[in-house]
């Protein structure tokens, strides 16, 4: 049996400039909480892109659900959005792959970040009207040995001939939750 699979954090947000820094900063502190400190810049830097990418083409609206989750050996972090539309990836030139674009543009080079800094990355669509794109990474050797794991609740035996008994054992922190209105 495996103790504590997976740990999950979920930030809901309007993908404005001024949010996307807040969510950076809930990700790089929830990230120090699980003892991942070396993933905080290329997840920073990996949302922030996922973030910018909702804020520059999400439509409708700019509301999107950032996840967070730890999976045994795996960090995985996943936009969700609106907007059905399928991002159109650019090589790490910035060219996208279906037309010419200009080499200088300051834009169009997100996801080919994302996927130079993570382990793997992808999109898919999320029911009928929105999408989810996420990326992994994985968790440092030393974290997969057990440091990430929350502490140990303490167990207490009850003896056969006790009637009344006491729980001793110490709540763990639920995972975070924020809802960042915008």
């Known amino acids: 049996m495996i103790s504590h699979p997976s740990r999950h954090c979920t930030v809901e947000l309007q993908a ?6 807040q969510v950076r900063r809930i990700l790089s502190a929830q990230l120090r909480y699980w003892h991942l400190d ?7 830097l990996g949302v922030t892109e996922l973030l910018a990418n909702v804020h520059r083409h999400a439509q409708p609206d700019k509301t999107c ?7 045994l050996d795996r960090l995985t972090v996943s936009v969700h959005d609106h907007d059905p539309r399928m991002p159109v990836v650019a090589d790490i030139e910035g060219v996208p ?5 200009d080499t200088l543009a300051t834009c169009g080079r997100g996801l080919a970040m994302v ?3 993570s382990e793997s990355w992808g999109v898919r669509p999320d029911g009928e009207s929105g ?21 140990r609740r303490a167990v207490v035996e009850k003896p056969a001939y006790t009637v009344d008994t006491v729980s001793l054992h110490r709540t763990e922190h639920a995972p975070a939750r924020s809802a960042v209105a915008g």
């Open 16 to 21: 404005l400039p001024s949010r996307i820094g």
């Open 38 to 44: 070396p993933l905080i810049d290329r997840a920073a």
């Open 65 to 71: 659900t950032v996840e967070i989750e730890l999976l």
């Open 97 to 101: 792959h279906h037309e010419d674009a």
């Open 115 to 117: 996927a130079a800094v």
């Open 131 to 151: 999408k989810v794109v996420w990326f992994t990474l994985p968790t440092p050797p030393a974290v997969r040995a057990g440091s990430a794991r929350p502490p």
